[in-house]
Nanobody, 127 residues
Framework: EVQLQASGGGAVQAGESLRLSCAAS????????IGWFRQAPGKEREGVAC????????RYAESVKGRFTISNGVAKNTVYLQMNSLKPDDTAVYYC????????????????????WGQGTLVTVSS
């Protein structure tokens, strides 16, 4: 069974950086996508970024382009989300999730296909 665990959240000031980690396990194929999603209080869940394991395809939400970077870690099945120039609007619980079909804008935008989810990690950005 696919399992994911997100970590690395915390409280920072606006303009600072954080790096989130997602440790994934249980895949039976080498081709899958890992996505980061976030949900702020009172708001809908938003897809932030995704990456494919096989060919390193990356997709980003417009709201984080140029500030966030998703990457595959050296350690197998680890994905990082480097978040720079954080803003108060980035405050949310961040979740990592797996899509066995890979990484696409459609799945990132809708969440469709992400059938496996880790627990969230809270990111708080103060002004």
């Amino acid at each position: 069974e696919v399992q994911l665990q997100a970590s690395g959240g915390g409280a920072v000031q606006a303009g600072e950086s954080l790096r989130l980690s997602c440790a994934a396990s249980g895949f039976t194929s080498a081709d899958y996508g890992i996505g980061w999603f976030r949900q702020a209080p009172g708001k809908e869940r938003e897809g932030v970024a995704c990456i494919s394991s096989a060919d390193n395809i990356k997709r980003y939400a417009e709201s984080v382009k140029g500030r966030f970077t998703i990457s595959n870690g050296v350690a197998k099945n680890t994905v990082y989300l480097q978040m720079n120039s954080l803003k108060p609007d980035d405050t949310a619980v961040y979740y990592c999730a797996a899509d066995l079909q890979g990484c696409s804008y459609f799945s990132l935008y809708t969440g469709n296909g992400y059938n496996y989810w880790g627990q969230g990690t809270l990111v708080t950005v103060s002004s």
